[in-house]
């Protein structure tokens, strides 16, 4: 598909979005709007939510008042008036219906890109993970938290991403309470074959692994220190101390690989083993310290062994990935870190201030349509500047260009799309990455570059987060 048929696809996307008969039919099916003679529009909620909160997030109720007026001078709402229609269920369930509009449009596959020759045999690569937002106290009973230094009252918000079109898949909204591995459940439910799965030790579960196989699809992991290995399968295999068998068995070599088998299941993968570098390992082993130490407690000498080494493992055939490139396949997975970081300083998403539950999902789907819109551009144009110009486009200095001369309102206008797109286009220059000396993660899978090639406390920072 080339770029003017792309264009148009997304238009009608926006069009599906942002029509505003539809808008006023879906706010009435959810009693966001009761009445014929309304004195606000379901389009300007959803403008006011998303892009004008964005500009300014601890916009007071007058002030959206007075942004209401500024978009539609036959907006009629007193300040009351609209808080009573922001904390009220149909609120919510009106803007939760335009997100879930807004997320289907962006995850429609529009365009292919032909992803290093490391990530071809999958069908999607998807990463996983989740970050945390603080709310208000006395939203607890909401918005349970986890308490200590994560707050009385909190949300988590779950994001998959598929790396392969540089798209969102999925978002979702839980309690801070709920856990990483009732999440990934879910996601293994939704797997297809030859997808390819990574996440965090948060999210380890080798009862999810062990389906991601079953279901012919695949998986990176690093190794919780927790988990049992085996070197048979044998009802009568003993668990080993896998980092003695190391020092034993490979005293001298950088990377290591075993076939083994974890738990009580015995479930067989590939273990690959780096031996880090000592400025790293002594880092780690200083961090470890700090953590142990807020707990009263002291690190076992087993643990402080374990942090010699980053463990990995996988499914994936050898004769697909070989053993050196491992670990730089798993920075893939930071990728989505630096997503989090970009929703929080430029989108904003942890601003969520008020006392009313309803008004604090009002906003964050707001936000989240946002993202959507961000991420409906993202993909297609980090497609074209690679296509054209063979390097990255820059997801900051994208985002930056959207918030500027109010860009992402007029997305919410698709009859205007074309000319901002084209506008785009011409600028694209000014948003690709920066060359630098060091590789980015996308650059480093075209070159197979291994693991431990250049290997510095520069690179350490990518990694910084596996201690």
């Known amino acids: 598909m080339n770029l003017s048929s792309i264009i148009s696809v997304m238009q009608e996307n926006l069009y599906t979005i942002f029509d505003k008969d539809e808008l006023s039919t879906l706010a009435k099916d959810h009693r966001f709007i009761v009445r014929s003679t309304n004195r606000i529009e379901a389009i300007d909620f959803v403008e006011l939510m998303t892009v004008q909160l964005l500009k300014n997030p601890f916009l007071s109720l007058s002030g ?22 922001i904390n009220s269920s149909g609120a919510v369930d009106f803007m939760y219906a335009v997100f879930v509009d807004c997320l289907s449009q962006a995850v429609k596959n529009v365009f292919d890109i032909t992803p290093p020759q490391l990530l071809t045999p999958f069908r999607r690569i998807l990463l996983q993970d989740s970050t945390q937002i603080k709310l208000n106290g006395v939203l607890s009973d909401a918005f349970c938290g986890c308490g200590g230094s994560g707050g009385k009252a909190a949300l988590k918000l779950h994001l998959v991403y598929d790396y392969r079109r540089h798209q969102i898949s999925e978002v979702l909204q839980t309690n ?30 080798l ?7 079953e279901k ?38 950088a990377i290591i690989e075993i076939n083994v ?17 000592e400025e790293i390992v002594n880092q780690r082993r200083r961090r470890a310290y700090q953590a142990a130490r807020k707990k009263s407690r002291t690190p076992k000498k087993e643990y402080l062994q374990w942090l010699s080494f980053s463990f990995y493992i996988t499914n994936v055939p050898l004769k697909i990935w070989t053993t050196d490139v491992i670990g730089t396949i798993y920075r893939l997975r930071w990728q989505i870190e630096l997503i989090f970081k970009q929703w929080k300083s430029l989108l904003k998403i942890d601003f969520l201030s008020g006392k009313s539950p309803y008004r604090i999902e009002c906003f964050l789907y707001g936000r989240l349509i946002c993202i959507c819109l961000v991420s409906l551009i993202y993909g297609v144009v980090w497609w074209y500047s690679w296509l054209k110009f063979d390097r990255e486009v820059s997801s900051d200095k994208l985002i930056k260009w959207l918030l500027r001369n109010n860009r992402m309102a007029k997305l919410m206008q698709p009859q205007g799309f074309p000319s901002l797109f084209n506008q785009l286009i011409q600028q694209i220059n000014q948003l690709l990455k920066d060359k630098r000396k060091r590789k980015t993660t ?4 075209i070159d197979k570059q291994t693991f431990n090639e250049n290997f510095s406390l520069d690179t350490y920072e990518v990694l910084k987060k596996v201690a």
């Open 176 to 205: 801070a309470t709920t856990s990483e591995t009732e999440i990934g459940k879910a996601l293994v439910e939704k797997i297809l074959p030859d997808d390819l799965v990574m996440r965090d030790l948060g999210y380890f579960c």
């Open 64 to 85: 959206m008042c007075d942004i209401l007026k500024t978009i539609n001078p036959n907006t009629d709402i007193s300040r009351q008036g609209l808080q009573q229609r």
């Open 207 to 213: 009862e999810q692994l062990t389906k991601i196989d």
């Open 216 to 253: 012919q699809a695949f998986f990176l992991s690093r190794l919780p220190s927790s988990v049992g290995v085996y070197l048979s399968n044998a009802p009568e295999a003993c668990e080993i101390n896998i980092v003695d068998y190391i020092q034993t068995h490979f005293p001298h070599q």
């Open 261 to 277: 088998y974890l738990g009580k299941e015995k479930f067989p993968v590939r273990l690959i083993a780096y031996r880090l570098p």
């Open 442 to 445: 996308y650059q480093s899978l």
